[in-house]
């Protein structure tokens, strides 16, 4: 792929500095422009507790079932859920739109001989077979990431 290539090239804002809304609704603009909706954000620790800080004044308190059931603590701003991510780097912070990713496995079917005997072990036989998967973004420019925020 060609880095230059603005359909396949993801957003990136380097050297955020200051965390503000703004910031964040910007960059869910770019992310819209390209069309995607950025509808999941993640972030470490300390992004996350700036995202919560930042949106405290505007919090409603309200309940989603999907959301208990998958045990999610979660800050939701500007139809973004923003979502503890340990192991997202220091001070970034993901904008994501989930239908831009897709997963891909395949099984390999047995051998052609089916159930083979294995010849290093006495009276044994064995049933060969290989899989795979992979998760895959197939609209990258759908998505941000926001680095270098002070914390």
Known sequence: FDNGNADFRGNVATQV?????????????????????ASIGLAENAVYSKVMQLIEAYTTVSYDAEWSKFGGDYANFAGTKFILETRMAAGDLGLIDPSTFVFWNRDKNF???GIVQD?????THVLVWATWGAVFCNKPNSNDIMTGINT
């Open 111 to 113: 051998t052609r001989n």
């Open 119 to 123: 010849m290093g072990r006495r009276a």
């Open 17 to 37: 500095g200051d965390l503000t809304l703004k910031k964040i609704r910007d960059q869910k603009l770019e992310c819209l422009e390209r069309g995607g909706t």
